[in-house]
């Protein structure tokens, strides 16, 4: 079983920054991708971002430039740096954690976090 917990989220006003981390533990070596994900009220879970196990990076075409992904391999944690932050940016965000090969959809992830709230205000 993999067990995942983020941190980072709070409150931030409209172009500040935060930055999300989530950490893994458990069966974690058949789950090579880590991906983020986010939902805001009244709405489906969309995804934000990913990367492979080797460092291959995939956005959402919404934040890029202003969102990066990364991750520490031998503390198998992950990272997402959100910069320039918008108001419609507020939900909660969750990481997760996929055997691949697909990283866009939220069926591809088996393992997820708890989810963790950021708030943009304007």
């Known amino acids: 079983q993999v067990h995942l917990v983020e941190s980072g989220g709070g409150l931030v006003q409209a172009g500040g920054s935060l930055r999300l981390s989530c950490a893994a533990s458990?069966?974690?070596?058949?789950?090579?991708?880590r991906g983020w994900f986010r939902q805001a009220p009244g709405k489906e879970r969309e995804f934000v971002a990913a990367?492979?196990?080797?460092?291959?990076?995939y956005y959402a075409d919404f934040v890029k430039g202003r969102f990066t992904i990364s991750r520490d391999n031998p503390n198998d944690t992950w990272y997402l740096q959100m910069n320039s932050l918008k108001p419609e940016d507020t939900a909660v965000y969750y990481c997760?954690?996929?055997?691949?090969?697909?990283?866009?959809?939220?069926?591809?992830?088996?393992?997820w976090g708890q989810g963790t709230q950021v708030t943009v205000s304007s």
């Open positions: 997760a954690a996929t055997g691949g090969p697909g990283v866009w959809s939220p069926s591809d992830y088996p393992d």
């Open positions: 990367i492979s196990w080797n460092g291959y990076t």
């Open positions: 458990g069966r974690t070596f058949s789950r090579y991708g």
